[in-house]
């Protein structure tokens, strides 16, 4: 047997792979960061009103102890940390939308 013949199965198979390696390196649509999703930017949106809800809370039970005003500073920091974390979210998603009209892939705001 001629060891530098292939049968035809692995002809197609080259083909087909040579194809598909091909349409992988297709230029992206406008618009479309990456062919998967982008984890990253959806945990980072939870971390800023994770964050936002928790710092308005530890501050306002902090001052509610120091100050002996029982839960009314807790309940105005945990309003504020809530609209600070929502305002922070909110600008990630913007800076991220920017990004993606721009057509720019890499990593996000700084």
Do not use: C, H, Y
């Amino acid at each position: 047997m001629a060891g530098e013949e292939r049968p035809p199965a692995f002809d197609d198979f080259d083909a087909r792979l040579a194809k598909a390696r091909r349409s992988d390196r297709a230029p992206k649509k406008a618009g479309e960061v990456e062919g998967r999703p982008r984890w990253g930017d959806g945990l980072q949106v939870g971390i800023e009103l994770v964050a936002g809800l928790a710092g308005g809370l530890l501050l306002g039970w902090a001052f509610d102890s120091w100050l002996g005003t029982a839960p009314i500073l807790l309940v105005v920091g945990f309003v504020l940390g809530a609209a600070a974390g929502m305002l922070n979210a909110w600008r990630w998603m913007r800076r991220l939308e920017a990004r993606m009209r721009d057509g720019d892939p890499g990593r996000g705001a700084p």
